[in-house]
């Protein structure tokens, strides 16, 4: 190979890369980047209450209206998107949440099975009734402020009343569901 097809190849290559260099500089005048006020995203937060939670969402009709139509093999179904943290059956194991058998009428805060509740939960005291199940179906964090449950709530109230039907039939002996008041 003589000097001439050196030169030759050698100023291909230099051609070449100087071709490329010419089209970055081109794209990068046409297709500039936008700079931005400031870094990253906004993100869409609902405004905490003064107490420092959520304010709950009241559910927007009576638990016991919609527990008359409620269906417990709908709300069994409803109920699988708990599963990945509550397990049902009686004597089931407690995952990330309590096991929920028989808990329509259990204190809150207590488990039957050893489950270490959250701090909150065992400051809020009472009863799971009918009304407080929907309250906190609702909307867990808005209910129990400081709660270790980072589940949203079901928005639906056909839903909620379904799931709560299917939580009262899971005792030894089911709760009676609520009679609607006239």
């Known amino acids: 190979m ?26 990068e005048a046409v297709f500039s980047p936008k700079k931005l ?11 905490e209450a003064a107490g420092g939670g ?9 638990i016991e209206k919609l527990l008359q139509t409620a269906s ?9 998107k708990c599963a990945a943290c509550h397990t049902f059956e009686k004597g089931g194991p407690n995952r990330v949440g ?22 909150a939960m065992k ?10 199940l929907n309250k906190f179906i609702a909307n867990p964090k808005g209910t129990v402020p400081g709660t270790a449950m980072g589940f949203a709530g079901i928005q639906k109230d056909s839903e909620r009343a379904d799931v709560i039907a299917y939580l009262a039939s ?3 002996t089911p709760v009676p569901l609520p009679t609607a008041a006239k």
Do not use: R
């Not at 959520?54 to 009576?62: F, L, N």
């Not at 417990?72 to 699988?80: D, F, L, P, S």
């Open 54 to 62: 959520k304010a709950a969402a009241a559910p927007s009709e009576p």
């Open 37 to 47: 006020e400031k870094p990253g995203y906004d993100i869409a937060v609902k405004e």
């Open 170 to 172: 899971l005792a030894d």
């Open 98 to 119: 309590p096991n929920l058998f028989g808990t329509v009428n259990e204190h809150v805060g207590q488990g039957k099975n050893g489950f270490n509740f959250s701090a």
């Open 123 to 132: 400051a809020k005291g009472g009863t799971w009734t009918f009304e407080e």
């Open 2 to 27: 003589d000097s001439f097809e050196l030169n030759k190849i050698m100023g291909a290559v230099l051609g070449t890369c100087l071709v490329l260099m010419a089209m970055s500089i081109t794209a």
């Open 72 to 80: 417990i093999e709908k709300g069994g179904v409803a109920a699988k």
